[in-house]
Nanobody, 123 residues
Framework: QVQLVESGGGLVQAGGSLRLSCAAS????????IAWFRQATVKGREFVAL????????QYADSVKDRFTISRDNAENTVYLQMNSLKPGDTAVYYC????????????????WGQGTRVTVFS
């Protein structure tokens, strides 16, 4: 069982930055894959970034590549999402999710979810 708690969302002007945190308990973040997904009001849940378990390469959605960076702090048992050059289209509730064996971008594969943190980008 993994418990996830997101934080760091807020209101930011376009072009600004935010860093989201996903604090995990129950298992080490290095032993599970942790991904960020987002959901805007009228859209489905969208993959954003993935930190696979072990030493596999990170993955990003094309829409956030070169703007967002996912990282992991094993000592803090936390995964971060650094979001730069934010756009109004990034406005959504951001969720972190974990799975024991998956390494994909398909949200139904993920077993554990946080409560979400809202990001609003205004122009």
């Amino acid at each position: 069982q993994v418990q996830l708690v997101e934080s760091g969302g807020g209101l930011v002007q376009a072009g600004g930055s935010l860093r989201l945190s996903c604090a995990a308990s129950g298992r080490s973040v290095s032993s599970v894959s942790i991904a960020w997904f987002r959901q805007a009001t009228v859209k489905g849940r969208e993959f954003v970034a993935l930190m696979p378990w072990g030493d596999s390469n990170t993955q990003y959605a094309d829409s956030v590549k070169d703007r967002f960076t996912i990282s992991r702090d094993n000592a803090e048992n936390t995964v971060y999402l650094q979001m730069n050059s934010l756009k109004p289209g990034d406005t959504a509730v951001y969720y972190c999710a974990a799975c024991a064996f998956c390494t994909g971008t398909y949200w139904p594969d993920y077993d554990w979810w946080g409560q979400g943190t809202r990001v609003t980008v205004f122009s």
